[in-house]
């Protein structure tokens, strides 16, 4: 009396791939990449820091132009703010360093025994 539904079941089946099909084409690249992408994020966040180095030693050479050192030298409120510049830009520059030597240079083998 029982009959098997192997039609209703296939046809559920069938209805469903579409569904998986796409689930499985959208996880799949991220699951490469996401794999893939760890040294390579390294490698742009030095370039971004790099380039920020050099745009930070442009404006320290800027500000050190002559004709900029006569324009702040006549007020004193100019002479405030660069002093806090330049020590800005140092700072930044400084931390910028920082970043690259202790953050981004972590030994691999410590990553993976845990001890970082």
Do not use: Y
Not at 34 to 50: E, F, G, P, R, T
Not at 69 to 89: D, F, I, M, Q, T
């Amino acid at each position: 009396m029982h009959k098997t539904h192997s039609k209703s079941e296939t046809t559920n089946f069938l209805k469903r791939l579409p569904l998986l099909l796409v689930l499985i084409s959208a996880t799949t690249p991220l699951w490469l990449t996401a794999c893939a992408s760890i040294n390579s994020k390294d490698d742009s966040v030095h370039a971004i820091l790099q380039k920020e180095n050099e745009l930070i030693e442009r404006l320290q050479a800027q500000r050190a132009q002559p004709e900029i050192a006569r324009a702040v030298s006549e007020n004193e409120g100019l002479k405030k703010a660069e002093a806090h510049l330049a020590l800005s830009l140092a700072e930044l520059k400084e931390a910028n360093e920082t970043i690259k030597t202790k953050i981004l240079k972590t030994n691999k083998e410590e990553v993976l025994n845990g001890k970082n």
